[in-house]
């Protein structure tokens, strides 16, 4: 499994300042495998303009919306990936998403049942609910399992969202996972109201003692990925690779791709 980083920053990152420079952080977004994107914000295109590459989102045929925020959700940009794709495009979340879609012949919407395995293309897929909010009461923002059978691997997609629910908890607690991605948005800052629906590092270290150090949820090989970090509340990407590190976490960064 193939994991690109269309974006690893959180909302208070202006897109009309992305540059080339590795130390820019674009909208969080990620493609994988290239047929399947997590969230599609307005940041996409912009992205494989500036990085040099052609036809990249040409495969996709799924996006999973994790929620409505603007940073993650872009109607403009969801609808140019359907009619620039090679097949229809499905999009499916929270069947909130599903009103704000401009539904075509080439694209489409499948609202996600929370704890119900759902086939996705090549991937089956599992929507657990995350400890965040958006301008919409009725929505429920999602944090998605992601596996792929044919190569017998399977992720944990933990952006946006705060500690963990029970609930989700005990969804993932008796998996087996070859990659986790975390919400990592507050940094090192603590007694900060945003870590209500983000996590701050000292949360994710909590979390992973007791997934990793009593659930034994990562399989050998498996790796800790932060993203999702905001501007304002974080070092550079070398400080915070050095802060990560001795936690067993890579943080991830714009046009890094990973193999799962």
């Known amino acids: 499994m193939k994991l690109l980083c269309l974006g690893t920053g959180a909302a208070d990152w202006d897109p009309k300042l992305a540059t080339a420079d590795p130390a820019f952080r674009r909208l969080t977004a990620a493609l994988v495998n290239r047929d399947l994107m997590i969230d599609c914000g307005p940041c996409v295109y912009e992205f494989a303009e500036t990085f040099g590459y052609t036809g990249l989102y040409c495969s996709v045929t799924s996006i999973l919306v994790t929620h409505s925020h603007g940073d993650h959700f872009n109607a403009d940009a969801i609808a140019r ?3 620039e794709a090679d097949e229809c495009v499905t999009v499916y979340g929270d069947p909130v998403v599903g009103t704000l879609l401009p539904l075509s012949e080439k694209l489409h919407f499948v609202p996600l049942e929370q704890g119900k395995p759902t086939v996705v293309g090549r991937y089956t897929v599992t929507a657990l609910p995350a400890n965040h909010s958006t301008a919409y009461p009725e929505e429920q923002p999602l944090h998605y399992v992601l596996c792929d059978e044919a190569e017998d691997k399977t992720l944990f997609w933990g952006c946006d969202g705060a500690w963990l629910y029970n609930c989700t908890y005990h969804a ?9 991605v975390f919400d ?32 034994h ?4 090989g498996g790796q800790i990925y932060a993203n999702h970090m905001a501007r304002t509340l974080h070092t550079n990407h070398e400080l915070l690779c050095a802060r990560l590190a001795p936690l067993g976490i890579i943080p991830m960064r714009d046009n890094m791709e990973i193999t799962v």
């Not at 590092?201 to 979390?207: A, N, P, Q, V």
């Open 184 to 215: 990592c948005t507050v940094g090192d800052l603590e007694n900060d109201f945003r870590s209500f629906e983000h996590n701050n590092i000292r949360m994710i270290d909590e979390m992973l003692k007791s997934l990793i150090g009593s659930q």
């Open 217 to 220: 949820v990562l399989r050998d």
């Open 172 to 180: 993932i607690r008796r998996l087996k996972f070859d990659a986790m």
């Open 81 to 83: 990936v359907a009619a």
